[in-house]
């Protein structure tokens, strides 16, 4: 299995700018998990969806962070317009709801730079 | 205050110490403790989780989880520089492969050879 796919790896853009981040979840899981870390924060959940329905998203930041998951095998957060304290590493994550204590599974993130 | 609190370190120590990491937390409802293991540049990945209070051990690595003093540890015996890597403890209230997790800040660890 190619475990969970994200793209790009490294983005830096300037502040204003939009950004998207994509995710290809584990084929066959049905739980997707946006997170994104930082030195003094840690790793934060920002949203997770069930079955491509967004769960909880009350660690979204603000408006200017959207995520959609338009099928099982595909995933986006947008940051829209960027702004320099969104600089932090996304991760996302899947996992199979069905069996109990799964792990989630993680991507290797995107770094994202806003300038 | 944050609901989880780990050591954020560094920790150095030299080869075939053995390793303590700790996080304490304020939410009564977790009943899921994990730790992972994240390598420079990688996404975290599992490395043991344990269900409600008691130990859990897996070859070099133990879990101690004491519920009553809201307090976690990882013990690494026999270190390993492999074992060189930012270590994150996490926490859910339930199924934590469909749940929300509750992550420590990590620690970062070194082992040198």
């Known amino acids: ?115 | 205050q944050k609901e989880v609190e780990q050591d954020p370190g560094p920790l150095s120590v030299p080869e075939g110490a053995i390793v303590s990491l700790n996080c304490t937390y304020s939410n009564s409802a977790f009943q899921y403790f994990m730790w992972y293991r994240q390598y420079s540049r990688k996404g975290p990945e599992l490395l043991m989780y344990t269900y409600s209070s008691g130990n859990k051990e897996d070859g070099r690595f133990t879990a101690q989880v004491d519920k009553s003093s809201k307090y976690i540890s990882l013990f690494i015996r026999d270190s390993q520089p492999s074992d060189s890597a930012t270590y994150l403890c996490a926490m859910s209230e339930s199924n934590f492969g469909n749940e929300k997790l509750t992550f420590g800040t990590g620690t970062r660890l070194t082992i040198i050879p």
């Open chain 1, 1 to 115: 299995d190619a475990g969970v796919i994200q793209s790009p790896r490294h983005e830096v853009t300037e502040m204003g700018q939009e950004v998207t981040l994509r995710c290809k979840p584990i084929s066959g899981h049905n739980s997707l998990f946006w997170y994104r870390q930082t030195m003094m924060r840690g790793l934060e959940l920002l949203i997770y969806f069930n079955n491509n329905v967004p769960i909880d998203d009350s660690g979204m930041p603000e408006d200017r962070f959207s995520a959609k998951m338009p099928n099982a095998s595909f995933s986006t957060l947008k940051i829209q317009p960027s702004e320099p304290r969104d600089s932090a590493v996304y991760f996302c994550a899947s996992s199979l709801v069905e069996r109990d204590s799964d792990t989630q599974y993680f991507g290797p993130g995107t770094r994202l730079t806003v300038l």
